[in-house]
């Protein structure tokens, strides 16, 4: 059976002119795991939105066409008559979470749907464990990182057992460790419960392997819908920036079939011959301590953090005796685990939060742009937010006249980075941006990565919390790890992201470390400079692939 069904479905959001959806026929059946990508106001967002009633109840607009959910009418019936089939987690969860701790947040859904009270609680303890959140159910919704916050909201959708479960982005506030066991759980949701999915993933290389189908919306149509493999490979021709970074580099390395995880992509390379070997311990860490040595002898810092600590009320501390130096031009990312201190230790810089010990200080303005770009939009108009040079200068000159409640993830948090880069008289002496990549493409992504290198180029110290391991790479020239609000390791990009596990680029885990490559176009380059073996061309990629 379909759980959803959809036929001819047009949609436009008011004021928008152009449709979001352009006639859009879909079919997804019970136990599916279906992935939708595209590039950001491609139409994602608002295919999950009408699949679970928000579209048009909520938003407005016209519809014509038909869209039934588990046999109800969308158009008829809205998010309350959706609720028993359709869970739902939108990309801002901050704003789905109503109840002040997390143990009534997961609860509040089923006793307002009329769950006992033992049902209830033993839906909550199993989806606390199931997401392994049971260590914060007596923590109040308030004091969450954005990735804990993002875990609850998953939560509360899945307390209930949805027959279709519709996920924004899930894994964007995540680090990579959480977004593994994330997908992990859908996977086993969809397997053993016969939960289908909807997912919108912009980090695709998380999501594919665990995909059944991938659907892709361009300008609100239906571009592609097929097998994870032949997804690529229509991607490939079509539409290289949807590529997974496994793909663009054997895309760019001239070898076929493109892979669609990491264990095929290293075993095609193994079977021909071209796996580097890694290069030792020692080699890989005698570079990063030479440049460590040279910031050490630059200018006098920009931003200082000394011996800092912030304890909440009750004693817990999100930053435990924290040292940081961040010099002019430099490009920092703070990485680490959901509740680290990473967000914690941007407002200490921008001065939102004053440290409980030690000191913070700058040379001159700090800006800062948070995980919720919804903070910063307070007009409705998106021309009333910024200036038409930041629009343009943010590819969003065509929305001027849109509601910022409208756009999408990534829109609206290229907007508030508009917003934040206006502000002030002057360029500021620090850039602080936490997670700005949530909800963007990749194209879209690349581009913030050159604007903050421009800016770096112009003196601006840039310091970025990212769970993007390849915008980390892209952007940032120094990787500052945290670790229980504790700094575990501050090194140059090459020596944190290329050899691990999880905090690695896809690039560096295909490649084993090797040669320090970091992003496709470096370890495309460190293949075809073997002398000893002849890069397959595409014509020849489908025997190599047999052949692994």
């Known amino acids: 059976m379909n759980v959803l069904e959809a036929e ?17 026929t879909l079919r997804i059946a019970d136990g599916e795991l279906v992935v939708i990508v595209g590039l950001s106001g491609s139409g994602k967002s608002t295919l999950l939105r009408a699949a679970c009633g928000l579209v048009p109840h909520f938003y407005g607009g016209e519809v014509s066409g038909s869209l039934r959910v588990n046999g109800l009418d969308v158009r008829e019936h809205g998010p309350s008559a959706l609720a028993d089939s359709v869970g739902t987690l939108t990309q801002d969860p901050e704003t789905q979470v109503v109840m002040n701790s997390v143990r009534a947040e997961l609860a509040f859904g089923l006793e307002n749907r009329g769950y006992g009270a033992a049902q209830t609680a033993r839906a909550v303890e199993e989806v606390a464990l199931a997401l392994g959140i049971d260590t914060l159910l007596a923590r109040r919704t308030a004091e969450l990182s954005g990735g804990e916050l993002q875990r609850v909201a998953l939560g509360a959708a899945l307390a209930g057992r949805p027959r279709l479960l519709v996920l924004d982005e899930p894994t964007s506030q995540l680090d990579p460790v959480a977004g593994a066991e994330l997908l992990g759980l859908l996977r086993r949701l969809n397997e053993e419960w016969g939960t289908a999915v909807m997912l919108a993933e912009q980090r695709l290389e998380r999501a594919l392997p665990a995909a059944d189908r991938v659907i892709v919306t361009e300008a609100g149509r239906i571009a592609c819908d097929a097998a994870p493999r ?32 990491v264990k095929g992509a290293r075993r095609t390379l193994r079977a021909a011959g071209l796996l580097p070997a890694e290069p030792s311990t020692r080699r890989r860490r005698a570079r990063p301590r030479a440049r460590r040595a040279a910031r ?32 002019a031009g430099e490009r920092v990312a703070l990485m680490g685990a959901n509740g680290a201190g990473k967000s914690t230790l941007l ?19 700090v800006a800062l742009l948070l995980q919720h770009p919804g903070d910063y939009l307070i007009h409705e108009r998106v021309a009333d937010e910024a200036g038409a040079a930041e629009l343009a200068e943010q590819g969003l000159g065509a929305l001027a006249e849109r509601h910022p409640r409208d756009l999408s993830g990534g ?8 917003v934040v880069l206006a502000a ?34 112009g003196g601006v110290a840039v310091v970025v919390a990212t769970h993007d391991p390849e915008f980390a790479a892209a952007c940032a020239d120094r990787v500052v790890l945290l670790g229980d609000g504790r700094l575990l390791a501050d090194a140059g ?12 680029t896809e690039t560096a885990r295909v490649l084993g470390g090797a040669g320090g490559a970091l992003l496709p176009d470096d370890g495309a380059a460190l293949l075809c400079a073997r002398p000893s073996v002849r890069v397959p061309s595409p014509a020849s990629g489908a025997a190599l692939g047999a052949a692994s």
């Open 8 to 24: 001819g479905l047009t949609y436009s959001y008011p004021g928008g002119g152009v449709p979001a959806l352009n006639d859009v």
């Open 230 to 261: 032949e997804f690529l490979a229509w991607a490939g021709e079509h539409a290289p920036t949807l590529l997974t970074p496994a793909a663009t580099l054997f895309a760019k390395a001239g070898i076929a079939p493109a892979p669609t995880d």
């Open 296 to 327: 050490a002898s630059s200018a006098d810092p920009v931003l200082r953090l000394q011996s800092v600590w912030h304890e909440w009320p009750g004693g817990a501390a999100a930053l435990r005796d924290v040292s940081l130096s961040v010099r």
């Open 347 to 365: 407002r200490q810089a921008a001065g939102l939060l004053e440290p409980t010990r030690g000191s913070v200080r700058s040379t001159g303005r």
């Open 411 to 418: 829109e609206r948090q290229r907007l508030a980075l508009a």
């Open 424 to 457: 002030g008289d002057a360029p500021p002496a620090v850039l602080a941006l936490d997670e700005p990549t949530r909800g963007m493409d990749r194209e879209r992504r690349d581009a913030l990565a050159d604007e903050l290198r421009g800016l770096a180029g």
């Open 493 to 504: 990009a090459g020596e944190i992201l290329a050899g691990g596990l999880y905090f690695a």
